[in-house]
């Protein structure tokens, strides 16, 4: 078996409960220790103290599987705002966020209105004032290259 297949296996048992899910597993080896990145979602979320816990469960995992013979470091993180949306079930936790999604070689921004068995939906607007039209927007799955969350940093009037 291939070992990033190997450890995701035995990552999973290590998860804190069932909202919990892998959604990247990284294995390199360069100069000096190789380093094994897990990355962890959840549908509520994941706390630094979840991973800290994650990461000694798979440390003690992984050391009594033998799967990793040289020196390693470990690193349990969650996916930062530059980690795309892999899986599914990471698009149900940000329906009502603005997502950028690649798809078919178009690029669109959007709000996230729903999740589906075969794909989200996007809507927004084009244009401003009494020229603006409103769209809504189906997007399979297997058409999506890559969505991202985008990050809003603009304050609210009053705060």
Sequence with gaps: MDPVEEIRRLAGTCLGDDS?????VKLSSLKGPGKLLLVVDGDRGVTIEDCAAISRRLSKALDDAGLLQDQYLLE???????????????FYKNVGRRLKVTAGGQT??????????TGIVLSGSAGAGKRAEVWKREIP???????????SF???KGD
């Design 20 to 24: 919990q899910f892998i959604v990247n």
């Design 108 to 117: 669109v921004e959007g709000l996230l209105e729903g999740v589906e068995n």
């Design 76 to 90: 349990v993180s969650t996916p930062g705002v530059d980690h795309p949306l892999t899986l599914q079930r990471q």
């Design 154 to 156: 603009k304050q609210k």
């Design 141 to 151: 799955f297997s058409e999506i290259d890559k969505a991202f969350v985008m990050i």
